[in-house]
């Protein structure tokens, strides 16, 4: 079945740190996917998407590039910032023929935390 | 802004108790989930619907069903609550026709004694 994979927090990096988070998944086909991040007590937000292989998301100074080749979708930032401090989601949408809304399929997610 | 709103930010029930968690958007959405996040397991999806009083079972459906008599509310429901159901309980909207990003609401965290 379709499966998503992190790498395990928490990682703690100082600001102003290169931050990767890797995500691998397994899907049939090809999923769109997805990075959600949780803010202390908060909800899940969509922080980016890609759509097709080869795409680059970004948004707020992360990136992640869709890489069929590797099944791959790592997230990352140039320049991490406190504020950046947070839970960090992987997720694949898993189509189902008699659903128009599709499911999410998360990974277990990775605890960022950033020191001054 | 889509807004989804939970009925609780906390609540604490008592084993055996019947346990109805809220949730409602505002943005005319067609797709409703329900999620418990437990750490290190990342989001389950418990239910889901895409339309008014249709339901279908998620990854993990055991000991919860969900009502949605209005387009708007979408409620999950613990008909006999035990202390493996404690747990951070989020629930989510989208859509739907092609656009699948879903928007989530600040979490129920439930504790069952």
Request: charged share 20%; net charge neutral.
């Amino acid at each position: 079945g379709n499966s998503v994979t992190q790498m395990e927090g928490p990682v703690t990096l100082s600001e102003e740190a290169f931050l990767t988070i890797n995500c691998t998944y397994t899907a049939t086909g090809y999923p769109s996917l997805f990075w959600y991040v949780q803010y202390p007590g908060e909800g899940l937000q969509l922080l980016l998407k890609a759509t097709k292989a080869d795409d680059k998301g970004s948004n707020k100074g992360f990136e992640a590039t869709y890489r069929k080749e590797t099944t791959s979708f790592h997230l990352e930032k140039g320049s991490v910032q406190v504020s950046d401090s947070a839970v960090y989601f992987c997720a694949l949408l898993s189509g189902a023929p008699y659903n128009q809304g599709g499911k999410l399929i998360f990974g277990q997610g990775t605890e960022l935390s950033v020191k001054p | 802004d889509v807004k989804v709103t939970q009925s609780s930010r906390y609540l604490v029930k008592r084993t055996g108790e019947k346990v109805f968690l809220e949730c409602v958007q505002d943005m005319d959405h067609e797709n409703m989930f329900w999620y418990r996040q437990d750490p290190g397991l990342g989001l389950r999806l418990i239910y889901f619907s895409y339309d008014v009083k249709m339901k279908e079972k998620g990854d993990i459906p055991e000991g919860y069903s969900v009502s949605r008599e209005k387009k708007e509310r979408f409620s999950l429901i613990l008909e006999s609550a035990s202390t493996n159901q404690t747990s951070m309980y989020l629930c989510a909207s989208s859509l739907g026709f092609g656009n699948y990003e879903q928007y989530f609401g600040p979490g129920t965290r439930l504790t069952v004694t």
